[in-house]
Structures are given as structure tokens and as C-alpha cells.
């Protein structure tokens, strides 16, 4: 997986798919967290899902959450600001260390 957690991406497809601003950019979302095993990721504000939660001690409050689902990480691409879009991410090798970089425009990530 290209995508770690912490970074900006926007959303491809499916009824989550970006839609953009008064100015015609993309709005770009952060990154929660990754689970490389399912192959999925953690957006902030996307995917809301409803939990039902039980009180777990004597005290606690119960009641109806609302947080963010997993995503498909196929679904979501890199977002850089250079482009102002999604791109793809391609691995350079440099001074012994892999660096992330935008594949159109070659800005590190």
C-alpha cells in the first residue's frame, strides 16, 4: 500500500466520491488509519456509520455513536498540492532511503 496514515487523499469513486468547492478544487481528506491485511483505510468525515454502544461500566453513558467506516484503499488516490488532484505515487531511492513522490510532477510526499 502507497497510502500511510497521516496523509491527504481524495475520494475516486463510489457515492463517497469527491465533490469539489466553490472554486472547482478537490477537498482533500486526511487519513485515520491503515489496515494494509484488508487492504483498507480510515478517511476522516467519510464513510459515517452509526455503532450502538452498550455502558460498560456502572456510570458509563450508552447510546447510539457515529464514526468513520473503512474504505477499499483502491478507492482513494494521493492527493498533491502541486497537481491540485489525485495522482499516483511512485518510490525513489534516495541516499539509501525509499522516498514517496507524486509520478506526474515529482513532489515528495
Do not use: W
Not at 453513558?61 to 489525485?86: H, L, W
Amino acid at each position: 500500500m502507497n497510502i500511510k496514515t497521516g496523509d491527504t487523499v481524495v475520494l475516486l469513486t463510489g457515492k463517497y466520491e469527491d465533490k469539489k468547492d466553490k472554486n472547482g478544487k478537490l477537498i482533500p481528506h486526511k487519513v485515520i488509519a491503515v489496515s494494509p491485511k484488508e487492504d483498507k483505510v480510515i478517511v476522516e468525515g467519510v464513510n459515517i456509520i452509526h455503532k450502538h454502544v452498550k455502558p460498560r461500566k456502572q456510570g458509563d453513558q450508552g447510546g447510539i455513536v457515529d464514526t468513520e467506516g473503512a474504505i477499499y484503499a483502491c478507492k482513494v488516490a494521493m492527493y498533491c498540492d502541486k497537481c491540485e488532484k489525485g495522482v499516483r505515487v511512485k518510490t525513489v531511492i534516495k541516499d539509501g532511503k525509499k522516498i514517496r513522490t507524486c509520478a506526474k510532477c515529482g513532489r515528495e510526499f
